[in-house]
């Protein structure tokens, strides 16, 4: 891409102005640029390129990463992008903006340009995942937090530059960017999604899993605790009606029983096979000793073992 003496970026070097298709080099070129991790040229592109243009998907991707995946040629990029590109060529599909580009290659300044710019950070790819998506998957919190900046919006939303980013929009898979956080593990970055509007009871689409059952499914006891601290529903419910106990007890997860039982889990709830989490648990003591026997109340409530 030539340059004219003040260091500017000649417009119709880029050939996005004129006549059909001219748009699309433009776009290719910031695509480019940013698969080959040269920042200069990436936010010399997004300077002068209209935003809409800077919203169109790449449909050239597994083209384009041909020759960067083959030859690492990321002479201002940082060691390991080229072996990132690589091992996504297969999965990596097309469909991204350059602003899931950006996000998933973590370049900060690009980011900030295309927002600045006015891009749309809603828009998904052949996946169905938002740049947001991207960065709870990659674990990257500053372009998350890049993402998220925004005026007050209606609850559940974020406000980027006119545009309102759903924090409970699903990808093809039903995963909320706060189930993709929960899955990783990743508490700063659930802690961040919950500050920004996130609902933390959402439920993902294929089997009505909220972010709880999801922690209590990796076992992961901090992310248990750190929902239940936020307001998670102990009780909430799956299409099959089994709450995070019920899942619990079925893992075996005496810890994670334990804790769930004592946030007030109703242990007598009723799965749709008509089982209860002390259903589930007959036969380990360890876990009954946690739960209470439903024909043995004082005052009107179950009684627990205690040792």
């Known amino acids: 891409m030539s340059r004219p003496a003040g260091g500017e970026c000649r417009k119709d070097a880029a050939g996005w102005e004129g006549e059909d298709g001219q748009c699309d080099s433009g776009i290719e070129l910031v695509h480019l640029a940013i698969i080959h991790c040269v920042p200069a ?4 592109c997004i300077a002068q390129l209209p935003r809409e243009v800077l919203e169109i998907q790449n449909d050239l991707f597994q083209s384009m990463v041909k020759v960067p995946c083959e030859q690492p040629l990321f002479r201002e990029g940082k060691k390991g992008v080229g072996d990132t590109l690589r091992e996504s060529c297969g999965s990596f599909q097309r469909g991204k903006t350059p602003l899931h580009l950006a996000v998933y290659l973590e370049q900060p300044s690009v980011i900030q340009a295309l927002i600045h710019k006015g891009v749309n950070p809603g828009l998904q790819d052949r996946n169905g995942n938002t740049p947001l998506h991207l960065a ?3 674990q990257y919190l500053q372009c998350a937090q890049q993402l998220l900046r925004g005026s007050a919006p209606p609850e559940g939303t974020v406000q980027t530059h006119g545009h309102q980013q759903d924090l409970q929009l699903q990808n093809w898979q039903g995963l909320a960017c706060l189930h993709i956080s929960t899955l990783k593990g990743n508490i700063p970055m659930m802690s961040l999604l919950l500050e920004s509007g996130a609902n933390i009871d959402v439920r993902e689409g294929t089997s009505g899993k909220t972010p709880l059952h999801l922690a209590v499914e990796c076992h992961n006891r901090r992310a248990v605790q750190f929902l239940l601290r936020n307001g998670a529903y102990v009780d909430a419910q799956m299409y099959n009606g089994c709450t995070p106990l019920h899942l619990a007890v079925g893992r075996k997860d005496a810890a994670i029983a334990a804790i769930l039982s004592h946030s007030g889990a109703d242990t007598l709830l ?16 360890d876990l009954l000793a946690l739960l209470p026997f439903d024909d043995l109340k004082i ?7 205690s040792e």
């Open 41 to 44: 040229v990436a936010l010399c």
């Open 270 to 285: 009723r799965n749709m096979e008509d089982e209860t989490a002390q259903d589930l648990a007959d036969g380990n003591d």
């Open 136 to 138: 709870c998957e990659q």
């Open 299 to 305: 005052s009107g409530k179950p009684v627990v073992c």
